[in-house]
Each structure stands twice: as C-alpha cells, then as structure tokens.
C-alpha cells in the first residue's frame, strides 16, 4: 500500500512572514502546506492541484479577499476557506463567512486557534466528500438524490421491502418522489425482471380507468372493437403500481379489492375471470384514514394496501439535500441545453434553503431548468434566482388554497428574507432600501418568523 496523502493546505499570504509561520505550524501538525502571495495565484493553483482548505488573507495586492473567496467557489464550491483578518477587518471577514468561508482567524495569530479551525474545516470538507460519495451510491442503486436522514430513513424501507412480495402504501405530497420510489421497490425486488405497469388513477374518469385496469372483450361498449387486456393483465409476473389512489372511485375500490383478493381479474364485458400475479404499489398526497372516515375510501381496501407504508418526506423536511439536488439538475439541464455548467452562489443558496417549496423536488427540478437557460453566468446571484422565481411565479409561492391575507404574508416574507440576504443580513441597510424604519423592520421580521440567523 502507498503511503496516506497528507491533507494539503493552502496559504495565500502577500507577507512571507505570515507564510512562514502558518507554514511552521501546520506543517508540524502532520499537514502539507503550499504558499501564495498574490489571489491570481491562488486561484490558479486551485484550478490545478488538489487542496483541502485554503487560509486566505483578505487583504492582497492584486484582489480582495471577497473577490477570491467568489472565484474559489466557481471552482470548488465545497472547497473550505477560512478568511484570516487583521483586527479591523473582522466585519468584513463576517461578511465573508455569510459569501461561503467557513470561519476566520483575527490576527495576531494563535497557534491553538489556527490548528483548531484547520482541524474542523478539514473535518467538514471529509464530511461534504463522503456525503457525495453516499449521494452516488444511493442514486445508483435508489434513483434518488438525497443523502440527509430523512431519505437515509426511506432507503432503509425500501431495502426492507423490496425482497418481499408485500403490498406497499406510499404517502408523500405531491413532488416528492413517490413514482421513485416505487420504481427503487420493483427494480431491487424479486420481479425486477418483470414489468412496472403504472396508472395514473387521478387522471381519468371512471368508466375509462376501469377499462385501462380491467381490459375489455370486443363489443363490451360502444367503440370496444377488439379485444384489449388491461394494466392488471399486462403486470402479470412483475408489479402494478396505482398513482393518486386516493382519488379512485368506490365503485373500483371495489373492483380493485375483489382482484387483490381473488388473484383473478374479469374484463368488461365477460364473466370469464383471468389468473394473475402481481406485486401491488400504491401511492397518494392524501391521508387515506381520513378518506376513510369520510366515506371516500374502502377501509378494506385501505388493510389491503397498507402492508408497508413508506412516507416519502417533503422538500422543506430535507433541506440538507437542497443544494446536492439543485447541483445534480444544473448539471443535467446545463448539459442538456448545451450551456456553461453553472453554480448557486452563498446567498442564492441560502434563499433556496429558506423557502417551504410546496411543490417539493419537482418544484425544484423547474427552478434549475429555467436557471440553466436564462443565467448567464457560470455563478448564480441571488438577482438571478429572483428573476427566476418570479418568472415562474413562485415569489408568493402562490396556491389556489390561499387566502389573500396568506398570499400577501408569503409575499411580504420572500421579500423582505431575499433583501436580507442581498444585504449580507445587514437589517440597516435592508431597512434603508426598503424605505422603513428600522424599528419597523425588526417587527415584521418577528410576525413573519424570519431566522436572522444565516444558513451555512
């Protein structure tokens, strides 16, 4: 076996003084230390070379630090950089940290201080990589993008249930991946080779779903000119899978309940009953116990689906899998429109790590198709992002279930959070552009619950 890389540290540093001593000191905790005066160096080197964190000194002769700090994360938006700064510029290295450095270390210098704030940047960067490494495995073998423990919670059901033969009950809100989920159960399960047959049971009336499940013989109603085997049929030996269950008639609650039962399913227009064997999935926004209660739902049928249920968790429940799914649709929509790949910036991120996304994975996948076609630039401002979510109608986060009252609240909210982010969460300076006392503005942040409190 070779010998274990040493972590590389690099130091941008116009005085060879400073170079000196970081140098003495990381170099005597086991580290491996590269030095550079100017940030066009820096960047360079990143460009070229593997770093794990970079100690970088906001004031250069060429470039501040601000400047250098945006440019790094073009490159390596997961790359750790800690801002070093005299005493005077601290305000400014906070204002660096809220842009996408880990932390800073005043100057002078503290030995214990530089060694601890290495230690826990490089702790993060091990973290972030074996986070992407666990992202990789999961899709490959899920098909799905997330890695927090919400979805570590679904990959375990799903590992579960996939080797049995039992009926699943999906339950998410809309966007939140349930059609994956079902095609992870059937493909790791033991009718992988079989076919996935899904319907959609919200989107067609009754009479129709009936004879897309069921088949049909020739003559059974107006128009049957032929024969035609239904969904059920057609999953013979692998797994049907009933989207929206939830909005099916009763009378194909019935239906549906009698062919779970039986193992056997009757076309319209015969008595003449057909063996099959399939795997049952099914799926639904609402809670069936309440349409249960309510009379909308067979209870019966409710016992017989709900074996296993899997809950797949909302968007605004797994927000540490925003900025690696937001990543992964750039790529793909960047690559597919032939455009220049791009990356969020610190503060546009943080305005995606705010919102409650209604629409949930989904509602992102759209906002990172629009971004890949109408931004420019390789780095996405928080401008851009507005632009973006207003075009699209998600600055309100409009619904038709909302009040006036709760469409100018989610506005008011948006708005004010993104100017906060726009001003490095400086309430002044947001106050001042938006034309209201201070005083005010603290007293709306407290109504509408904003977090003054960045997001890293």
């Known amino acids: ?30 580290y491996h230390t590269r030095s550079v005066g100017l940030g066009r160096e820096a960047i360079e080197w990143i460009r070229s070379s593997p770093v794990d964190a970079v100690l970088l000194d906001y004031k250069l002769p060429d470039m501040d630090g601000l400047q250098v700090l945006e440019a790094i994360r073009e490159i ?51 973290r972030d990589s074996q986070a992407l490494i666990d992202i990789a495995g999961f899709r490959d073998r899920f098909g799905m993008i997330g890695s927090g423990a919400a979805m570590r919670r679904v990959y375990e059901i799903i590992d579960k249930v996939a080797p049995t033969d039992a009926a699943v009950l999906i339950e998410g809100e809309t966007g939140t991946g349930k059609e994956l989920a079902a095609t992870a159960i059937h493909r790791l399960g033991p009718r992988a080779e079989g076919p996935l047959i899904a319907v959609n049971c ?38 049907l899978f009933l989207d ?11 239906k549906v309940l009698r062919t779970l039962e039986s193992r056997q399913v009757c076309p319209l227009g015969t008595e003449e009953s057909l063996p099959v064997d399939i795997r049952i999935i099914a799926a639904t926004h609402h809670d069936l116990a309440d349409r249960v209660k309510s009379g909308d739902f067979r209870e019966d049928l409710l016992y017989r ?28 929509f960047c690559r597919r429109y032939d455009r220049p ?30 971004l890949s076609i109408f931004v420019s630039d390789s780095l996405i401002s928080p401008r851009d992002l507005q632009l973006v979510l207003e075009l699209q109608g998600l600055s309100a986060e409009m619904t038709e279930h909302q009040t006036l009252r709760q469409a100018r609240e989610r ?38 619950r904003i977090d003054l409190s960045p997001r890293g």
């Open 76 to 126: 390596d938006p997961l790359l750790p950089v800690v801002i070093i700064s005299a005493y005077g510029d601290i305000p400014t290295a906070v204002q660096a940290t809220r842009r996408g450095a880990l932390d800073f270390i005043p100057k002078p210098l503290d030995q214990e201080v530089i060694c601890r704030v290495v230690e826990k940047v490089l702790h993060r960067r091990s």
């Open 305 to 332: 689906l709900n074996v296993v249920r899997l809950c797949m968790p909302a968007l605004r429940d797994r927000r540490e899998d925003i900025p690696h799914l937001m990543n992964h649709y750039l790529d793909h």
């Open 341 to 370: 790949v791009k990356h969020l910036s610190h503060q546009a991120l943080e305005i995606l790590l705010q919102r409650d996304w209604p629409g949930n994975v989904r509602e992102l996948r759209n906002v990172a198709e629009k």
């Open 202 to 239: 919200s989107a067609m009336p009754r009479d129709l779903i009936e004879s897309e499940l069921f088949g049909y013989v020739k003559g059974a109603f107006t128009g049957a000119n032929q024969n035609r085997i239904g969904k059920i049929t057609a999953a013979h030996g692998g797994t």
């Open 411 to 448: 506005f008011e909210r948006d708005f004010i959070l993104n100017q906060l982010i726009i001003h490095d969460w400086n309430v002044t300076a947001t106050a001042e552009k938006l034309g209201i006392e201070r005083t005010n503005l603290h007293r709306k942040i407290r109504q509408l």
């Open 1 to 30: 076996m070779g010998a274990q890389r040493l972590p590389e540290i690099l130091v941008v540093d116009d005085e060879t003084k400073m170079q000196a001593i970081l140098k003495d000191i990381l170099n005597s905790r086991g």
């Open 244 to 254: 929206e269950i939830g909005d099916m008639e009763l009378s194909t609650q019935a």
